[in-house]
């Protein structure tokens, strides 16, 4: 099949989670023999910032990690969408998407089932992987999901929201996962810094400000762990406060890094944003997935895995509180042997059901179920009812 894949930005993963996730599912489907474009508008925040901290290397570097990957920049002048729709059969539009080519793609759909012109014929999906539409319920009324053939929601509770929108049939659950290609448990690199504890994550405006505070900085602070901090954002004065407390910050760095980083280090740390915390329990987002394919063992602050994805307590440990995730550090320091059962069970887990593999089989199965139901009759929805309905 041929596929194109609509998202902010494949190149950059500069505060820009959805490109791990994006990068191994269009890394398997090449793999299969699918034939895959990935196109990025060319004033992405994510790219923009990237080069301009760390220049056009930064880029070089991406292709040098993954050959096989490219993407087509494209501006909503010179975008053909009539074009990308004739050479595809499948296309796929991330939700951090303008108006104009969500919509676009979609009213493109409509009009084609209307006029029955099937050599333009393609499957439309919207994947939305952010909390903005419980946490911005009008950010969800901007888009034309009506003329969409399915939805893919990253966690049970958003597609229960879409659900609860009226798209009850044609919106799938699908969980980001790890890129296990590139995640997986590595050798101890002396070059690279090593110490006990490691974090990987951004600032996230705020979102977990007291979070990283109550169960990061504090309990590494007080068990005297050598701990690294990697990601972007971080205020001046929080910059300042970790470089008094002896926590070292290591800014950006590059996902496909962050393997060898973990083989150097005990313990990760997983701090939820406070909306995937208590407006979205049940979503992990794509960093524990990536923790726990390396081996290394983890430490979560809290958040409900009502999915059950995982088990807690064999695959990670949960810290209600700042003063347990001190007791829960301090175990892992000191015993080997939970350490590295911990791990082990938490590598099976993701080897057995949570890579990019599973979600491209289950991406695959989507649309076979997709084909199936469009060889029925399908109502077109007149623009100015769809509207009603969006």
Known sequence: MKFS????????????????????????????????????????????????????????????????LRSRIYSQENLDMEEVAANSDVIVIH??????????????RNRLQAGGNHDLDFCLLFHDTHHRA??????????????????????????DLYRKHGWNQIVWTWHEAADTQVFYPREPNSDLPVGDVVWVGNWGDDERAA???????????????????????????????????????????PNFRVPEI???????????????????????????????????PLVCAPWED????????????????GEEMQRHLHTLRNDGDLAQAMAAHALKTIRSRHTCAHRVDQLLDILAQLNRMR?????????EEARLHA
């Open 5 to 68: 894949f609509f998202y902010h930005s494949l190149e950059s993963d500069w505060s820009h989670g959805n490109a791990h996730f994006l990068r191994g599912v269009v890394a398997d489907l090449l793999s299969r023999g699918h034939e895959v474009q990935v196109y990025e508008p060319e004033d992405a925040w994510s790219r923009e910032n990237l080069v301009c901290d760390h220049g056009t290397a930064a880029l070089d570097a991406f292709y040098d990690a993954y050959p096989n």
């Open 134 to 159: 419980i946490s911005d319920p009008s950010w969800l009324h901007r888009f034309r999901l009506d003329c969409y053939d399915g939805i893919l929601a990253f966690g049970e509770i958003l597609t």
């Open 95 to 108: 939700e951090w998407n303008e108006p104009w080519l969500v919509n676009g793609f979609g009213e493109l």
């Open 306 to 321: 009502r999915e059950g994805l995982f088990s807690p307590g064999e695959d990670y440990l949960i810290a209600r509180n």
């Open 262 to 296: 973990f083989a150097n280090h005990r313990v990760a740390i997983h701090v939820p944003r406070r909306y995937y915390a208590a407006s979205l329990p049940g979503i992990p987002t794509i960093r524990p997935f990536e923790a726990m394919a390396c081996g290394i």
């Open 375 to 383: 060889s029925r009759p399908v109502p077109v929805i007149p623009p």
């Open 211 to 253: 979070e990283l505070e109550e169960f990061l900085f504090k309990p590494v602070l007080a068990q005297q762990m050598l701990t690294h901090v990697y990601g972007v954002g971080y205020p001046r004065e929080v910059l300042q406060k970790l470089a008094l407390e002896g926590i070292h910050y290591c800014g950006w760095l």
